[in-house]
C-alpha cells in the first residue's frame, strides 16, 4: 500500500513537473479549454434565466371565459368543474358580477373617467372564470373545449387571453431553442478543436522525453508510470481553464452590473443570471472542474495509448 501511494506521488510530481516545463504548450490548449468551457458554463446560466422568464410571464397569462347572466350556479359549478379536468389547466378561479366589478375598479383606479361612467350604470361586467394554462404551446385545446356549442352557449362573448404575452413568450422561446442548439454546436466545435490541441499537445511533449521514456521502458517502468504524468499534466489544463471559466463569467458578471449599469441584456435578464450564478456557484464550479478534467483526461489517454503504442489489457 504504501509503495503505491508512493508512485503515485511520483506520477503526480511528474505530472506538475511536465506542466511547468511545457507551459509554452499549455498556454494554447488551456487557452481554447478556457473559451469551451466558458460556453458551456454561459449556456446553462443563459438556459436557466430564459426558463425563469418564460415561468414569470406563463405565470401573468390567462384565459377569460365570460358567462351569460341567464347562467345558473348549477351550469357555471359544471363548467367549472370540466375545466378542471383539462390536462393543460393548472389553476381556475371564479368571479361574480359582483366580485368582476370590483377587479375592474381595482385594475383601473387611476383611470377616472372609466370609474365614473361604470358608477352611472348597472354592473355591465359579466361573471368570469380565468384559467391559467400550464403549456402556452398546447393553449389550444383549452380554445378548441371553449368553442364546443355546450360551453359556447354558456358564454355572452368570445374568451380571451393576453396575447401580447404570449408573443413574447414565443419570442422568448423561440430565442431559446436557437440559442441553445447555437450553444450545442459551438461547444461540440470547440471541444473537438480543444480535445486535439491537447492531444498535439501530449504529442509533442512525448517527442520532447521519448528518450527518457524509452529508458523508463527499458527499466521496467510499468505502463500507468509512463502513461500517467501526461494525463496529470492534461488534468491540470482542465483545473486551471475550469476556473478561469468561472472568473470570466464573474468578471462579465460584474461588468454588467457595476460599470454599465445594466439590467437585461436583449432577452437576458442579467440581474436573475447573476443572482442564479451566485446561487449555485459551487455546482457551476463543480460541474466546470469535472468537464475540465474529463476532457484532459481522455485527450491524453488517447494521445499516449497512439503515440507511446502501449499494449493494453
Known sequence: ??????????????????????????????????????????????????????????????????????????????????????????????????????????????????????????????????????????????????????????QSDQPSYSGDRKAAIDKITHATDVLRQIGVITVVVFTFICALIIFNTIQMAIFNRREEINIMRLLGASTTYIRGPFIVESVIYGLLSAVFSVLIINSAFLASSNALQASSLGLLDINYANQYFDAHFWQLLTIQLVLGIVLGAVSSTIATRRYLKFKTK
Open 1 to 154: 500500500m504504501k509503495r503505491r501511494l508512493i508512485t503515485f506521488w511520483r506520477i503526480i510530481h511528474a505530472g506538475i513537473v511536465n506542466f511547468i516545463r511545457n507551459v509554452t504548450l499549455a498556454v494554447a490548449a488551456m487557452a481554447v479549454m478556457v473559451v469551451t468551457l466558458t460556453i458551456v458554463l454561459f449556456s446553462i446560466i443563459t438556459n436557466a434565466t430564459f426558463i425563469n422568464t418564460i415561468a414569470s410571464i406563463t405565470n401573468k397569462i390567462d384565459i377569460s371565459v365570460f358567462l351569460k347572466d341567464t347562467d345558473t350556479t348549477a351550469q357555471t359549478q359544471q363548467l367549472i368543474t370540466r375545466i378542471k379536468k383539462l390536462p393543460n389547466v393548472k389553476a381556475v378561479s371564479y368571479f361574480d358580477k359582483a366580485a368582476a366589478l370590483r377587479q375592474y375598479v381595482l385594475q383601473n383606479k387611476g383611470n377616472q373617467q372609466l370609474l365614473a361612467a361604470i358608477n352611472e350604470t348597472s354592473n355591465p361586467l359579466p361573471a368570469t372564470i380565468l384559467i391559467k394554462p400550464i403549456d402556452l404551446n398546447k393553449i389550444q385545446d383549452i380554445k378548441n373545449f371553449l368553442g364546443n356549442p355546450d360551453v359556447a352557449s354558456l
